[in-house]
């Protein structure tokens, strides 16, 4: 079974600094996808990040990007220049994308990430 | 195009009694996802359906626990004689195919149970 870790629960960063988010995780599987998603106060979840297992290039979206290292099954999220609407709960999650697979997804516990003025 | 809504938003019953909660998808998406997240913690995959069919619900308790996903209307996860333990936020996901690379999710359904 695959499981996913995050073994930071909190993590300050100062406005406009760079932070990096750690997820571990374990598969025997090849082909998956992994994601960053953040849950605001609100509790909406909102995907940050996707990254495609089989890609070797690290995704980017504006001021978030990931550092993949499939040999190690590390996917972390680094948020440059954070901002204050940054301050949430960031989720790592992994879905399988074999055939047959359901679409579910396995989270990790999660990581509260605070962001000072 | 109106995202996915769950409702209600919370809802507080007694020990003993039934939760019903509501998860109406995007338009066009028939899989649905049935999350738990108990407090501080990550979510938990319950059951996923697609209209009219239960496909997987190895994360689903066997007892007191149902969920449905008729041809017309919302999902609707059932959980009967509620106990404390089932205090959580539950979460419902919507993707337009079978794993589809994005799930939308919505805001979430607090249970709280006195």
């Known amino acids: 079974a695959q499981t996913v870790t995050q073994s930071q629960p909190e993590m300050s960063v100062q406005e406009a600094e760079t932070v990096t988010l750690s997820c571990t995780y374990d598969?025997?599987?090849?082909?998956?996808?992994l994601f960053w998603y953040k849950q605001p106060p609100s509790r909406q979840m909102i995907l940050v990040i996707r990254?495609?297992?089989?890609?070797?290039q690290n995704a980017t979206e504006n001021r978030f990007s990931v550092n993949f290292q499939k040999a190690a099954k590390s996917f972390s999220l680094k948020i440059s220049d954070s901002q204050l609407g940054d301050a949430a709960m960031y989720f790592c999650a992994y879905r399988s994308a074999g055939s047959g697979n359901t679409g579910k997804l396995i989270f990790g516990q999660g990581t509260t990430l605070q962001v000072k003025p | 195009n109106a995202g996915v809504m769950q409702n209600p938003r919370h809802l507080v019953r007694r020990r003993g009694q039934e939760a019903r909660l509501r998860c109406s998808p995007m338009k066009g998406h028939s899989h649905v996802y049935w999350y738990r997240q108990l407090p501080e913690e990550g979510l938990k995959f319950m059951v996923y359906l697609q209209k009219e069919n239960i496909i997987d619900e190895s994360g689903m308790p066997k007892e007191r626990f149902s969920a449905e996903f008729p041809k017309e209307g919302p999902s609707i996860l059932r959980i009967q004689q509620v106990v404390r333990g089932d205090s959580a936020a539950y979460f419902c996901?919507?993707?337009?195919?079978?794993?589809?690379?994005?799930?939308?999710f919505g805001q979430g359904t607090r249970l709280t149970v006195v």
């Open positions: 598969t025997s599987e090849s082909d998956y996808y």
């Open positions: 990254q495609e297992a089989y890609k070797q």
């Open positions: 996901a919507s993707s337009p195919r079978a794993g589809g690379t994005e799930a939308f």
